[in-house]
């Protein structure tokens, strides 16, 4: 399978003006709800463009582009970074220092992606504004802060964005991965999971570790937590059922020698039925406050970190997009997968004025990162830097094509 021709093999000079600003992202990541650079940066270049621009839940920007009669059309790209060390070795790696809302100060990275993302979608909205005899209709591309923590979309909802811009009547959206570059994914129907996350603070009795009778051990006790919620998945939930429980951080105690009065662990739960999310939530606390209760201990503090919601994919709108994607870029390099068990806020947007949303994923690397002996690498490493090329041209080349197919002339 060779690399697919793109749009931008026709405009060289934008591609040139991308891949600097791709590369300027890269350099300049910010964390969630953070994003203050990057979105001055888009508020400059959509305007210049011609778009009406306007914030929306902070670091959020709304961009629109009215040309005519016709429908509405929403585009999606997110722009937060993650707390990661880049090892990349890239010439335009990230040096950036950031801190989270803890104090916590944490080296920044893209390591997600969404520098590409953002890219693309200016680079499908400048060709849109350059060539407006081609469509007709109102465009509006939506650049959500926060993706990483699922609080960009919901600030935005919560900041008046379908009061403030037009609706549209379907949504948009992208995401590179490890696929192999060149190509595009994409599951009609339910496509990435809800995701819940909470934070758990074990509490016992603290004490000298010579004499545990005189304690409630709070670390015994979170791993018997631990171990008894990995059972919820392959005890209480049908085989057929796809869900997954990680336990990721567990913190306790300061010395060898002394028993802790708490511990702390997070947890992580996916699944892809409201059912089973709500099974398992039950499951969650009901684990978490019997095995406290079974050893005499304080009931656990459960902090609700976040919610992603269910991502699905419109059918029919699904089936059109594939078909105009392989159009595009060609009928082997675009492929119907099973869901992916990560999660995204994307869903929320659409989702909250009832219209269809349609979301795919373009692949960052080259064959050999992908089918070699080496472990592949995936989103969040701080080794992931996806091919420029032609990543960046698949990606503007989907988001133009999908969107010039709802909103071409008649």
């Known amino acids: 399978m060779s690399d697919p021709a793109t749009i931008l093999d026709d405009h060289p000079d934008l591609r040139a003006s991308l891949h600097d600003l791709y590369r300027h992202l890269h350099s300049h990541p910010e964390l969630s709800m953070q994003e203050e650079a990057t979105a001055e940066l888009i508020e400059d270049r959509m305007s210049g463009l011609g ?11 709304v961009a629109t582009l009215r040309n005519g009669e016709g429908p509405v059309v929403g585009f999606r790209a997110d722009t937060d970074a993650l707390p990661v060390q880049e090892d990349t070795g890239l010439d335009y790696a990230s040096t950036a220092r950031g801190t989270l809302p803890d104090g916590t100060a944490v080296p920044v990275m893209h390591a997600c992606g969404h520098d590409m993302h953002v890219t693309a979608a200016i680079g499908a909205a400048t060709l849109l504004a350059q060539d407006r005899d081609a469509w007709s209709g109102t465009v509006v591309f939506l650049f959500q802060p926060g993706e990483e923590t699922a609080q960009g979309a919901a600030s ?6 379908w009061d403030r811009a037009e609706r549209p009547e379907v949504i948009y959206g992208q995401h590179v991965w490890p696929g192999v570059t060149g190509t595009i994914d994409l599951t009609p129907g339910p496509a990435m999971t809800y995701s819940d996350a909470w934070k758990v603070t074990v509490k016992g009795r603290g004490g000298h570790g010579s004499q545990p009778e005189s304690t409630i051990d709070p670390v015994v006790l979170a791993a018997h937590m631990i171990v ?12 057929q059922k796809a869900a997954v429980i990680t336990i990721a951080t567990i913190h306790a105690g300061l010395k060898e020698n002394i028993i802790p009065a708490t511990a702390e662990f997070t947890v992580n739960m996916r699944n892809l039925d409201a059912d089973v999310r709500e099974h398992l939530l039950d499951g969650l606390r009901r684990v978490i406050l019997a095995e406290a209760m079974a050893s005499d201990a304080p009931e656990p503090e459960i902090e609700e970190l976040y919610t992603f919601p269910l991502l699905v994919n419109d059918e029919d709108e699904t089936a059109r997009v594939v078909e105009v994607l392989r159009g595009a870029i060609g009928e082997e390099q675009v492929d119907e997968i099973p869901a992916v068990m990560g999660s995204e806020d994307f869903g929320a947007l659409p989702d909250a004025i009832e219209v269809p949303g349609v979301y795919w994923f373009f692949g960052g690397l080259t064959r050999d990162e992908v089918e070699g002996e080496e472990p592949t690498v995936t989103n969040h490493s701080p080794f992931f830097a996806p091919q420029l090329e032609p990543t960046l041209g698949v990606g503007v080349t989907a988001a133009h094509a999908v969107l010039t197919d709802r909103l071409a002339r008649a």
């Open 51 to 61: 778009y009406d621009v306007f914030r929306c839940g902070g670091t959020g920007v």
């Open 156 to 161: 935005m909802l919560a900041d008046g964005l």
């Open 228 to 239: 008894r919620i990995q059972s919820l998945k392959s005890r209480e939930v049908p085989a």
